[in-house]
């Protein structure tokens, strides 16, 4: 990794069009106050905010990575799949990202149902409120439950509220992650597993790569040194490209880091941008 601080970069931030607190123009502004050559936008389920954020970027002097984040399930866990250098254009890829926002719409309504009946006077229209963007997270229920007085932090909300064996818990559309990564193959972009150390899979990583998976992000806030290590051998082993980001979503975020404080150099961009545009097959099961 690149030790000149005016060379490196974000590779994993939210903006409002998903589930981050920050516009795609405010998160670039915050990149150019932390002295980053540029960041990944890679919002949930939608390429939405990459357009604003390079309109804001060309004034800034920075770079804008376009990325996406989509949200599969693998044996029952959230798994989080990110794509890099994807052409904004591929219709099969746009449609697939609207499935998954309109599969979040229906979930966010059983989740407010079922929270209903535990008691939380919440509507769909206080949600909204607060997902200012195209796909609605549990992290916006989680903001309402903590604005109505039901929880004290988002934490709290998620621990008492919307995590599996909870009241308002609800499953999610169900993409499995190998569909993820190859939909990312078909639109020119390249598949990275995001922070596998929340998995705790390593066969899942080894699956993937037989699948056309293109790196893994080992430098995560919550990845420790050794699993940040043991990742990095990993990547190594299979060459898959060794990325990393912040996760940053904004203020009151949990689990995540500050715009900047995992960063990778320009190398790192460069290499997803060369795998992204190299010829793909699908493997043969």
Excluded at 197 to 226: N, V
Excluded at 232 to 237: E, L
Aim: glycine content about 10%; charged content about 25%; overall charge negative.
């Amino acid at each position: 990794m690149s030790t000149n601080e005016s060379d490196l970069f974000d590779l994993h931030a939210h903006t409002t069009k998903s589930d981050g607190t920050y516009t795609p123009a405010e998160l670039v502004r915050l990149a150019v106050e932390k002295g980053l050559a540029g960041i990944a936008v890679t919002d949930h389920d939608t390429l939405n905010g990459i357009e604003e954020a390079r309109i804001a970027a060309v004034s800034a002097g920075i770079e804008i990575v376009p990325g996406v984040e989509l949200n599969t399930v693998y044996n029952g866990r959230e798994i989080h799949v990110l794509g890099y250098f994807i052409d904004e254009t591929n219709e099969s890829f746009l449609q697939l990202c609207k499935q998954l926002r309109e599969g979040r719409v229906n979930r966010a309504e059983m989740i407010i149902e079922r929270l209903q009946e535990a008691g939380c006077s919440i509507t769909m229209e206080d949600v909204l409120a607060y997902a200012q963007g195209d796909a609605i997270g549990r992290p916006h229920i989680a903001r309402v439950l903590v604005q109505k007085g039901y929880c004290s932090t988002l934490q709290e909300a998620f621990d008492r509220y919307l995590v599996p064996g909870k009241p308002g818990f609800v499953e999610r559309m169900k993409l499995h992650p190998q569909k993820a990564v190859q939909a990312i193959r078909e639109a020119r972009g390249c598949p990275v597993l995001a922070h596998p150390g929340l998995i705790g899979d390593d066969a899942l990583i080894y699956d993937l790569h037989r699948h056309g998976l293109g790196g893994i992000e080992t430098e995560h806030p919550d990845h420790s040194p050794l699993q940040r290590q043991h990742y990095q051998t990993i990547a190594v082993q299979l060459q898959l490209i060794a990325t990393g980001g912040s996760d940053f979503h904004g203020a009151g975020a949990e689990h995540r880091g500050d715009l900047g404080s995992v960063k990778v150099g320009r190398d790192v961009v460069a290499r997803l941008f060369a795998d992204a545009h190299k010829e793909w097959k699908p493997a043969n099961d």
